[in-house]
């Protein structure tokens, strides 16, 4: 099985869901990168925030799989430098 990657987001997009092409087992759908308000410290900060959607084959992989995944690319993503442990 296969995986795929669709990014949107260099368009403008900021969130869609994408359709799995059959061999593969799931798809990531990204999203364009948006400035907004977010919480950091208590206080009220420009934020950057980007969507993320996985669309995956439950004959193959498990939905809360999919959902350990995606938890643990948001971890990844919002702190690189774990990546290197």
Do not use: W
Request: some cysteine.
């Amino acid at each position: 099985s296969t995986f795929t990657i669709s990014n949107l987001g260099m368009f403008g997009i900021t969130e869609f869901n994408s359709i799995i092409n059959q061999p593969n087992s799931a798809i990531l759908s990204v999203g364009a990168i948006v400035e907004k308000p977010v919480v950091k410290n208590g206080q009220i900060v420009v934020g950057n925030t980007m969507m993320l959607s996985l669309a995956c084959d439950h004959r193959t992989i498990d939905g809360a799989t999919g959902a350990q995944f995606l938890q643990t690319l948001k971890q990844y993503i919002e702190n690189p430098v774990t990546m290197l442990a």
